[in-house]
Nanobody, 121 residues
Framework: QVQLVESGGGLVQAGGSLRLSCAASGRTFSRYAMAWFRQAPGKEREFVAA????????YYADSVKGRFTISRDNVKNTVYLQMNNLKPEDTATYYC??????????????WGQGTQVTVSS
């Protein structure tokens, strides 16, 4: 049974940093794309970042480019999201996702339960 478990969320002041982790289990995802999405209260889920399986190509939403970095450790079956210079508008529940290929839509095959990130001003 595939399971994705996020961790690393919390409360941070604006300008601070957090590192999210998502550990996958149940199968090996080294060839799969891994991504992060987020959803703020009253808003739709939005794409944040993704990393491909084969060539480790990275993709970012314009709103986080230059501040967030996605990476993965295929030995640990884990994807990370390093978030720097956080802003109050980054406040949301962050979800990791795994799928066959990188897309910016929510059509990934597997999803985690989410971790809350709150940025105070």
């Amino acid at each position: 049974q595939v399971q994705l478990v996020e961790s690393g969320g919390g409360l941070v002041q604006a300008g601070g940093s957090l590192r999210l982790s998502c550990a996958a289990s149940g199968r090996t995802f080294s060839r799969y794309a891994m991504a992060w999405f987020r959803q703020a209260p009253g808003k739709e889920r939005e794409f944040v970042a993704a990393i491909s399986g084969a060539f480790l190509s990275t993709y970012y939403a314009d709103s986080v480019k230059g501040r967030f970095t996605i990476s993965r450790d295929n030995v640990k079956n884990t994807v990370y999201l390093q978030m720097n210079n956080l802003k109050p508008e980054d406040t949301a529940t962050y979800y990791c996702a795994v799928g066959i290929k990188v897309v910016r839509e929510s059509s990934y095959d597997y999803w985690g339960q989410g971790t809350q990130v709150t940025v105070s001003s």
